[in-house]
């Protein structure tokens, strides 16, 4: 298997990857050609069908294809150049190859989250997360399977369950050092703050947005879960089931980052802070071990809007 992160350019490439998008547009001279977004587990690349001919078989976004291509420059930016391609039989790859993963047990991970909705108190609130997370033998599988982002942070098979645990720590961790925090709400929140996304997210490998995703995202669908939930317990606080959504609509932190609210409570804050420092931390993880940079600093890094220092020192 030739992984798209070690292919390097003037390379020949015969392979097969995962077309994730395919466009035909016309050049300025009107002459048609095809621009692909190729994948594998170990990320995207833009590819070019220049000529359209008997060597370019038919195929749809979503389709397994094998392309012989050359690896050029456009850009500053790597882009294979395909000759030849058709559509992948199902006996001439791995889907593994094509599945980036958590290298963490999903199993594991998910028990964790067991004990932290076992160590809720309040048992309306154990109720509404025994209602989302364990009861629901699909939703389960698919909040274990899920990634937790398009392109972001966590966006790989297993990263919304990785990414909810890592929030859930870092809320336990700070909960008890500040008065005032509600814990089995903080921990309630943390745990559900990201759910929508099992909706907002196609499953892996497309990992693509879906229409709900598209037309309400998943604070919205969040939301929503937790409000069907509440209706299933009895005589469940309505002040309470406010508190709780209030969290998931605020956890955004800020209205130019999409939220809907400003966090009003500190558990609300609290998960905002903690979602946003996970984000953020993952992400300088991925650069750093992707960066085959020089020296200690990384390129420039359009999603954290600055250039990165690796802490090396002699």
């Known amino acids: 298997m030739r992984y798209l992160e070690d292919v390097k350019e003037n390379e020949h490439v015969v392979e097969h990857y995962l077309c994730r998008q395919k466009q035909t547009l016309k050049t300025r001279g009107g002459k048609t050609y095809l621009s692909l977004r190729l994948s594998d587990k170990t990320g995207q690349m833009d590819a070019k069908v220049w000529e359209m001919n008997n060597d370019i078989q038919s ?7 094998k392309i012989d291509a050359q690896v050029v420059t456009y850009q500053n930016e790597l882009q294979l150049k395909v000759i030849k391609l058709r559509k992948s039989r199902e006996d001439e ?12 047990d999903i199993d594991a991970l998910y028990a964790e989250v067991l004990e932290f909705i076992k160590s809720v108190g309040h048992p309306k609130l154990r109720a509404v997360l025994e209602g989302i997370l364990v009861k629901d033998e699909a939703r389960v599988a698919a909040f274990k399977s899920h990634s937790a982002a398009k392109q972001m942070h966590h966006s790989y098979m297993g990263g919304l369950l990785e990414h909810t645990l890592n929030v859930a720590q870092i809320c336990d961790f700070m909960s008890g050092r500040f008065k005032h925090v509600n814990r089995d709400l903080l921990i309630t929140s943390a745990l559900l703050h990201d759910i929508g996304k ?12 879906t229409d709900d995703g ?3 995202g998943h604070i919205t669908i969040s939301v929503e879960m937790v409000t069907e939930e509440v209706r299933k317990i009895e005589d469940f606080p309505h002040e309470l089931a406010g508190l709780l ?5 605020a956890h955004h932190g800020e209205y130019e980052y999409g939220s809907p609210k400003l966090p ?3 558990e609300a804050f609290l998960l905002h802070c903690a979602d946003n420092m996970d984000a953020k931390l993952k992400t300088f993880e991925e650069i750093l071990d992707k960066d085959s940079t020089a020296g200690p600093w990384t390129g420039y890094q359009k999603m954290l809007n600055r250039y990165i220092r690796r802490s090396d020192y002699d």
């Open 93 to 104: 790859f791995i889907p593994l190859n094509y599945v980036p993963c958590t290298e963490k």
């Open 214 to 216: 598209q037309m309400l």
């Open 264 to 266: 009003a409570t500190i």
């Open 245 to 249: 959504k209030h969290s998931l609509l």
């Open 59 to 65: 195929f749809e976004e979503g389709d397994m294809i």
């Open 198 to 209: 099992i909706y907002e997210l196609s499953a892996m490998p497309m990992n693509d947005y």
